[in-house]
């Protein structure tokens, strides 16, 4: 079918068909995406399944219109706010593999349109509702899943404000978690930080300093923690929240036992008062990770199995469960649990811009976003091995600082001197290099199929062609002979 686009018609037309056949409107937006039918619907506009009948495979996609019910100019004008808000999150954030792309925004016959990745599969209160409550290992898979994608948008500056299980899809061929709808998303500043916005979310999933108008990145760790909490229960949250203890009871109504060291990181994360809580996504990553030995249960009758340690529930069988992680945090209080957590799990293009932001806040350069040769100089050697040690570690000697610096010497080349010839040849060994020249850091190998030494590389001067830009690994060579490394 073509479903027509027009509020006040919507006839479902004959497949093909180019003009509506009751209201004459034109069914094809931007000359390809054709509506199907209606997939959601809000107070502020519709969300249709299409397709895109400009490739020729017709792959599906989202098409969501901006149609506001509300009455008021001011409500209305905030809608179209957030709305073209959402397009700019989503070209943004779009890239990350578990956040739907961006594919257009316009406006046509003087409403706006957003076009985007169509995600096959079911959103988690609909495995909800199918399925029933989940247990514990479907809980810290989730966690897995979604905390390096809430790292990921955080550290873009950008609240989701509306995490819930409607909002998290599980794509159907691969069961990857994704995502969606920031439609409520907050860009956040230091200066929007401290200034009351819109209240917006999802009653029972925001949080309370949410509700003010003043969210934070606790907030969207608040949501996620709620969203935990219903998802093992299948009850309601304003029924979890026991308004006249001021507490919540989510315990009272599980039907499964839950394992002690777990349901402390969910209390944790749904702390009322902000500065109990989690402050950032790397502190709950931390959490659920470091639980390496077995703990208490709370119980519910009748009685449970034996306990389980969150670490072996992570990595349900067949697959061994992963090495524990041991919090890092180095002799200056840098914390490295979010680059060990990355590297734990082979996240390595996540691990190589963590270990770039990390380098750059130790040396007191995030502002400029690069390196000089001042502060690679003087870069503390504890913080340079700490990070080095984590790359041998869990790459099996595959990628790291060493590694490079090793091949760099093998190839000919001498510290604190530069030889072309050379240093081409140290960049083709690693896979920097090719004879079409420099490999930009968007198209490198984020495998361990990659050649050995190929990472980490997100280091150097942003804006520069790739030569100048590598450069600079020249100087961090020198820095480990100076820290014997």
């Given at each position: ?31 390809r995406?054709?509506?199907?039918e209606?997939?959601?619907?809000g107070?502020?506009?519709r ?8 490739k020729?495979?017709k792959?599906?996609c989202v ?8 009455q ?14 959402e397009?700019?999150?989503l070209?943004e954030?779009?890239k ?7 594919y257009?925004?316009f406006?046509?016959?003087n ?8 995600i ?8 909800l ?5 989940f ?8 966690l897995?899943?979604?905390l390096?994608?809430?790292?990921f948008?955080?550290?873009n500056?950008v609240?989701h404000?509306?995490?819930?299980p409607?909002?998290?899809?599980r ?10 709808d ?7 500043t ?41 998802l093992?229960?299948?009850v309601?949250?304003f029924?979890?929240y026991?308004?006249?203890?001021g507490e919540?009871v989510?315990?009272d109504?599980?039907t499964a ?14 702390q009322q ?24 249960t ?11 340690s ?5 990595a349900?069988p067949?697959?061994?469960?992963p090495?524990?992680?041991?919090k ?5 209080g840098?914390?490295?649990?979010v680059?060990?957590?990355f590297?734990?799990?082979k996240?390595?293009k996540?691990?190589?811009?963590e ?5 750059l ?5 995030a ?7 001042g ?5 503390p ?5 700490t990070?080095n ?6 790459s099996?000697?595959?990628f ?11 190839t000919?080349n ?7 010839i050379?240093?081409?040849r ?6 920097w290099?090719?004879k ?8 490198l ?13 997100g280091?150097g ?7 100048a ?8 060579f020198s820095?480990?002979?100076n820290?014997?490394l």
């Amino acid at each position: 079918m073509s479903q027509c686009l027009n509020p006040d018609c919507l006839l479902n037309n004959l497949p093909n068909t180019l003009f509506c056949q009751h209201c004459g409107v034109k069914l094809l937006l931007a000359e390809r995406y054709r509506a199907l039918e209606i997939i959601g619907q809000g107070g502020f506009g519709r969300t249709f399944k299409a397709i895109d009948e400009f490739k020729p495979s017709k792959p599906f996609c989202v098409i969501k219109q901006f149609f506001p019910q509300a009455q008021g100019t001011e409500t209305v004008e905030k809608a179209k706010q957030l709305f073209e808000q959402e397009a700019v999150r989503l070209d943004e954030l779009g890239k990350h593999p578990q956040i739907p792309e961006l594919y257009a925004y316009f406006t046509q016959d003087n409403r706006q349109y957003l076009v985007q990745e169509y995600i096959q599969g079911k959103n988690l209160q609909q495995e909800l509702e199918e399925s029933g409550t989940f247990n514990e290992t479907q809980i810290l898979q989730l966690l897995k899943k979604l905390l390096p994608v809430l790292y990921f948008v955080h550290k873009n500056q950008v609240i989701h404000r509306d995490i819930k299980p409607e909002n998290l899809i599980r794509r159907a061929s691969d069961n990857q978690l994704f995502l969606v709808d920031f439609g409520a998303a907050k860009f956040a500043t230091r200066t929007a930080l401290a200034v009351t916005g819109t209240t917006i979310g999802s009653a029972g999933y925001a949080a309370p300093e949410q509700a003010l108008g003043k969210a934070n990145f606790s907030s969207d760790i608040y949501s996620l923690g709620v969203t935990c909490i219903h998802l093992l229960t299948q009850v309601e949250p304003f029924q979890l929240y026991d308004v006249s203890e001021g507490e919540w009871v989510w315990r009272d109504y599980l039907t499964a036992p839950i394992n002690q060291k777990l349901g402390e990181v969910l209390d944790q994360m749904l702390q009322q008062a902000m500065k109990k809580r989690y402050q950032s996504v790397g502190e709950v990553v931390n959490a659920v990770s470091s639980q390496a030995t077995p703990s208490k249960t709370v119980r519910i009758p009748p009685p449970p199995p034996p306990p389980t340690s969150l670490t072996t529930v992570i990595a349900a069988p067949p697959p061994p469960p992963p090495k524990s992680l041991i919090k890092v945090v180095s002799a200056r209080g840098v914390d490295y649990s979010v680059l060990q957590y990355f590297l734990s799990q082979k996240q390595w293009k996540d691990a190589d811009e963590e270990t770039a932001r990390l380098m750059l806040k130790v040396a007191g350069r995030a502002k400029d976003g690069w390196l000089d040769t001042g502060s690679i100089d003087n870069f503390p050697c504890e913080e340079i091995r700490t990070i080095n040690n984590l790359w041998i570690k869990y790459s099996n000697v595959r990628f790291g600082f060493t590694v490079q610096k090793q091949i760099y010497l093998e190839t000919g080349n001498k510290l604190g001197q530069y030889n072309q010839i050379e240093w081409y040849r140290f960049g083709e060994e690693i896979g920097w290099k090719t004879k079409d020249g420099w490999v930009r850091t968007d198209n490198l190998n984020f495998s361990l199929s990659a050649p050995k030494g190929h990472l980490p590389r997100g280091l150097g001067p942003i804006g520069r062609y790739e030569g100048a830009k590598l450069g600079i690994y020249r100087l961090v060579f020198s820095r480990l002979a100076n820290c014997n490394l």
